[in-house]
């Protein structure tokens, strides 16, 4: 049997719905042509003009490179063609309205992880979809601060040596890979289900220094591998891209890390709650895992602004609840207690 289509995939979710499913149906299906632009321009590397240099810093103070503002030109074109009232980018300072009377608003990424853009490692773009909500002439940002439980979906691209979409609509992730053959994605995952263990963490070592006691103690448990509390060996990962970390988590699962700490401006986390964190938990839920800020649910904070920053955990439900009880009470955790030490009698 031929794997569905996009496409297909799509026609099926709208059939027989309200007309908001219409919405987000064509929504998506404009993302996704502009994701074809988009690699078709990362494809041809530093021979593009769009690979000329960095521009200094965008809305929230990261580096913005050339690729960035393009990527982001490129999707918001494709949002003015699509049932969508509200764009909002980390490229932006505020939200853009392109149709009052449209039933979406959708918030991007345009390019996760442009810091690797030189050295051709995995990038991509992440996006959420919201319901347009408030008065049009009201603050652009309002249709944004919504908990992600109000998320009609979510999705991400990667640009790596496949083009690949990961999108949930509400029921189940799946995983999309572009066919240059067909011109059209098709399905190659259906419904992702995340193991509740792993043996697999990403995290950057190299902040160590800085982290809370909370976040260290769970690290060193899991570096001294079989001979520590832990009672098994673990592999480390770090891509410096979220979408890309996501992805390997999806397909062969694990747990990120992305903790707030003692660097001045870092206390708060670094990545975005509205679009990189809240799409993010989303998929990850709908494939049976976890997210959150370390100890609360991602999807249950209400952001008071556009370019809220958050830490984040997410990946192995069992593993991201368990980092939780480090931060609330590492005293509970039944290794860590003294009775219960690396050569102690009950040890699991």
Same mark, same amino acid.
């Given at each position: 049997?031929?794997?569905?289509?996009?496409?297909?995939?799509?026609?099926?979710?709208?059939?027989?719905?309200?007309?908001? *499913?219409?919405?987000?149906?064509?929504?998506?299906?404009?993302?996704?042509?502009?994701?074809?632009?988009?690699?078709?321009?990362?494809?041809?590397?530093?021979?593009?003009?769009?690979?000329?240099?960095?521009?200094?810093?965008?809305?929230?103070?990261?580096?913005?490179?050339?690729?960035?503002?393009?990527?982001?030109?490129?999707?918001?074109?494709?949002?003015?063609?699509?049932?969508?009232?509200?764009?909002?980018?980390?490229?932006?300072?505020?939200?853009?309205?392109?149709?009052?009377?449209?039933?979406?608003?959708?918030?991007?990424?345009?390019?996760?992880?442009?810091?690797?853009?030189?050295?051709?490692?995995?990038?991509?773009?992440?996006?959420?979809?919201?319901?347009?909500?408030?008065?049009?002439?009201?603050?652009?940002?309002?249709?944004?601060?919504?908990?992600?439980?109000?998320?009609?979906?979510?999705?991400?691209?990667?640009?790596?040596?496949?083009?690949?979409?990961?999108?949930?609509?509400?029921?189940?992730? *799946?995983?999309?890979?572009?066919?240059?053959?067909?011109?059209?994605?098709?399905?190659? *995952?259906?419904?992702?289900?995340?193991?509740?263990?792993?043996?697999?963490?990403?995290?950057?070592?190299?902040?160590?220094?800085?982290?809370?006691?909370?976040?260290?103690?769970?690290?060193?448990?899991?570096?001294?591998?079989?001979?520590?509390?832990?009672?098994?060996?673990?592999?480390?990962?770090?891509?410096?891209?979220?979408?890309?970390?996501?992805?390997?988590?999806?397909?062969?699962?694990?747990?990120?890390?992305?903790?707030?700490?003692?660097?001045?401006?870092? *206390?708060?986390?670094?990545?975005?709650?509205?679009?990189?964190?809240?799409?993010?938990?989303?998929?990850?839920?709908?494939?049976?895992?976890?997210?959150?800020?370390?100890?609360?649910?991602?999807?249950?904070?209400?952001?008071?602004?556009?370019?809220?920053?958050?830490?984040?955990?997410?990946?192995?439900?069992?593993?991201?609840?368990?980092?939780?009880?480090?931060?609330?009470?590492?005293?509970?955790?039944?290794?860590?207690?003294?009775?219960?030490?690396?050569?102690?009698?009950?040890?699991?």
């Amino acid at each position: 049997m031929t794997a569905p289509t996009l496409d297909a995939f799509l026609n099926s979710y709208v059939r027989g719905q309200h007309a908001r *499913h219409e919405a987000v149906a064509t929504t998506v299906r404009k993302l996704a042509e502009a994701a074809v632009k988009v690699r078709h321009t990362i494809s041809q590397g530093a021979l593009g003009a769009a690979f000329a240099g960095t521009r200094g810093a965008n809305a929230t103070g990261d580096d913005q490179k050339d690729l960035d503002v393009f990527a982001d030109d490129i999707f918001l074109d494709a949002m003015r063609h699509a049932p969508v009232a509200f764009y909002a980018s980390e490229e932006l300072e505020q939200p853009v309205l392109l149709d009052s009377s449209a039933a979406l608003a959708v918030a991007i990424d345009p390019l996760d992880g442009s810091s690797s853009i030189d050295v051709n490692m995995s990038i991509g773009t992440i996006f959420s979809l919201l319901p347009a909500t408030g008065a049009p002439d009201a603050d652009p940002a309002a249709p944004f601060l919504q908990a992600g439980t109000n998320m009609l979906g979510a999705g991400f691209f990667i640009y790596g040596p496949q083009l690949a979409l990961v999108l949930s609509l509400g029921s189940g992730t *799946h995983v999309f890979v572009f066919s240059q053959r067909l011109g059209a994605f098709i399905q190659a *995952h259906e419904s992702r289900m995340l193991p509740p263990r792993t043996q697999e963490f990403a995290i950057n070592t190299s902040n160590y220094r800085h982290w809370d006691e909370a976040v260290r103690l769970y690290v060193d448990d899991c570096l001294k591998g079989s001979e520590g509390p832990r009672d098994k060996d673990f592999n480390m990962r770090w891509l410096a891209c979220l979408a890309a970390e996501c992805y390997r988590i999806l397909i062969r699962g694990g747990v990120f890390l992305y903790p707030g700490d003692r660097r001045r401006g870092y *206390h708060h986390g670094r990545l975005r709650l509205v679009y990189e964190a809240n799409p993010i938990a989303f998929l990850i839920e709908q494939a049976g895992g976890a997210a959150t800020d370390t100890v609360n649910r991602i999807l249950e904070i209400e952001p008071e602004h556009l370019h809220q920053r958050t830490p984040l955990v997410f990946g192995a439900a069992r593993e991201v609840e368990r980092i939780a009880r480090y931060h609330l009470a590492p005293s509970a955790i039944g290794e860590r207690a003294p009775l219960f030490g690396n050569r102690g009698l009950f040890r699991a």
